[in-house]
C-alpha cells in the first residue's frame, strides 16, 4: 500500500515562499513513479500544479517560472518549491500517483493521495 504524507503549508504574505514535502512510502519503486501536485481551492475543482517523473517535469501555466518541483529518492521525498506566492495560490496542496512512471495532469488517474496540507497567502 503506497502512502503519501505532505508537509510544508503555512500561512504566508503575498511575494513570499514556501517548500512543501510528501513522503512516499510502501513501495520498492518508489522512484520509478511519477509524482504529481495537486491543489483545490474552496468553491473550486482540484487542478494540477506539477508533476515529476524520472524523464521529465511539468508545470501548470500558471505557476510555472515560480514553482519548482524536486525529488530526493534517496530520501524517497518529492517536493514542490514555491516563491511569489499570491493569494490565488491559497488552496489544499495534495500529493498524488497512480503508480505509473508518465506524469498525467488528469487528478481522475491518480488512486494513492496524500491528506492535503493548507497553503495560505494573505497580508
Known amino acids: 500500500q503506497v502512502t503519501l504524507v505532505e508537509s510544508g503549508g503555512g500561512l504566508v504574505q503575498p511575494g513570499g515562499s514556501l517548500k512543501l514535502s510528501c513522503l512516499v512510502s510502501?513501495?520498492?519503486?518508489?522512484?520509478?513513479?511519477?509524482i504529481g501536485w495537486f491543489r483545490q481551492a474552496p468553491g473550486k475543482e482540484r487542478e494540477g500544479v506539477s508533476c515529476?517523473?524520472?524523464?521529465?517535469?511539468s508545470y501548470a501555466d500558471s505557476v510555472k517560472g515560480r514553482f519548482t518541483i524536486s525529488r530526493d529518492n534517496a530520501k524517497s521525498t518529492v517536493y514542490l518549491q514555491m516563491n511569489s506566492l499570491n493569494p490565488e495560490d491559497t488552496a489544499v496542496y495534495y500529493c498524488?500517483?497512480?503508480?505509473?512512471?508518465?506524469?498525467?495532469?488528469?487528478?481522475?488517474?491518480?488512486?494513492?493521495w496524500g491528506q492535503g496540507t493548507q497553503v495560505t497567502v494573505s497580508s
Open positions: 498524488a500517483t497512480d503508480r505509473a512512471a508518465v506524469c498525467n495532469s488528469d487528478p481522475e488517474s491518480y488512486g494513492y
Open positions: 510502501g513501495s520498492s519503486v518508489i522512484d520509478m513513479y511519477a
Open positions: 515529476i517523473s524520472m524523464v521529465e517535469t
